[in-house]
Nanobody, 126 residues
Framework: QVQLVESGGGLVQAGGSLRLSCAAS????????VGWFRQAPGKEREFVAR?????????YADSVKGRFTISRDNAKNTAVYLQMNSLKPEDTAVYYC??????????????????WGQGTQVTVSS
């Protein structure tokens, strides 16, 4: 059973930074792409960033490009991170990490992926 657990959310002022972590219990992230998504109140869940199984390819939503960085702990393959800088109030949302069911499969930006964490709240005050 794969369980994804996000952590690192919190309350931060606009312009500040947070680092989110996604840990996989029961399995590692070896051979799997991982993505971050977010859902703001009253809005649909949206893609934020994804990293390939090798860590060599990353992809960002236009709204976070240049401010957020996704990375993975390739030494142990047990965690994926989202470094969020220059945060804006519109970044306020619950952030989720997600992993496909099959290895060597890209994270679908549509959100149709196999496994999801429970989410971590990020609140950016103005």
């Amino acid at each position: 059973q794969v369980q994804l657990v996000e952590s690192g959310g919190g309350l931060v002022q606009a312009g500040g930074s947070l680092r989110l972590s996604c840990a996989a219990s029961g399995r590692t992230f070896t051979d799997y792409g991982v993505g971050w998504f977010r859902q703001a109140p009253g809005k649909e869940r949206e893609f934020v960033a994804r990293v390939s199984w090798s860590g060599g390819i990353t992809h960002y939503a236009d709204s976070v490009k240049g401010r957020f960085t996704i990375s993975r702990d390739n030494a142990k393959n047990t965690a994926v991170y989202l470094q969020m800088n220059s945060l804006k109030p519109e970044d306020t949302a619950v952030y989720y990490c997600s992993r496909p069911q099959a290895p060597f499969t890209p994270v679908q930006t549509s959100g149709i992926n196999g496994y999801w964490g429970q989410g971590t709240q990020v609140t950016v005050s103005s």
